[in-house]
């Protein structure tokens, strides 16, 4: 039955005449249901650490869209938190950490080992999902990418430009090695840990991506998560991996060989013609309909979503947005976005 479904079919490569589809953040707050729940946890963190809590709010949008596939709900910054770094959430502003820059910083995290004591309750929510999810749905575990991590775990926040990290590259770029280092490691342990409690997937998410130029790319984007892959495909031999490096731009031509991933997932910054001319034939790609189409809808919506399928159906693809669904998102433009894929509309 695993193998049957139609997220990991496309992940193997084939061509499906009806493309799966999910959404990135599509537990998220432009879904009441999801703010009913969030309220009844009290804060973000709370909710992301109270499995039962966390595995309704994982299956909210499975229930009311039957997407192909659940992504667990979690957050990016739990890992550097399991590490040791502080971390909070400030209302309307969005998250904190102790900003960790030097050795001395680096010396006073724990060990990668001990980072399961804090993340238990995140595998649990994943062992209910495998439980819970209805049986043609695949589950994805995640993580953020280490640059992406790094650049909030040096800046203490999320920055513009992600100008910090960029200044510590340049400045003491021994210490920087280390913290993608540090956070490869523990990135990999983690994965590993979501795969053992059900993950069927895993993807990395790289949202700063696009900041890296020139060596930096490759060294600090694409190379980090290519070690990452490597390892979870030596421990979890067929497990496919998706990889997303936002903002890549002509750069995501390549990115499956780069990454060793097998799905390269697409940001709306370039178009679905080029993307299936220049990356699709390395394998199967994600995306890549812009995130404002959720909330404007409309006959937009429709025209759009028709000519991403069109142009991805010489080969593998999973239809997905090109970044999270905004907070102020309409429920009904995503069933929308659904039903045009499926030919209902």
Known sequence: MTQDKALLRALRGERLPTPPIWMMRQAGRYLPE?????????????????????????????????????????DILLLPQALGAKLWFVTGEGPRLEPVTTPAGLAGLRPVSAIHDTLGPIYDTLSILTRELPPETALIGFAGAPWTVATYLIGGRGTPDQAPAHQLMREDEPTFRRIIDLLTEATVEYLSAQVRAGAEVVKLFDSWAGSLQGVAFEQYSLAPMREITAA???????????????GAGTRFAGAHAATGADCIALDDGVTPDWAAAHVQPAGPVQGNLASRHMVTGGDALVEETRAIVTAFSGGPHIFNLGHGITPDADPENVQLMIDTVRGTA
């Open 232 to 246: 979870l495909k030596a421990r979890h031999p067929g497990l496919p991996v998706i990889a997303f490096p936002r």
């Open 34 to 74: 999801y703010r009913e729940t969030r309220a009844q946890a009290g804060d973000f963190l709370s909710l992301c650490y109270s499995p039962d809590l966390a595995a309704e709010v994982t299956l909210q949008p499975i229930r009311r869209y039957g997407f192909d596939a659940a992504i667990l709900f979690a």
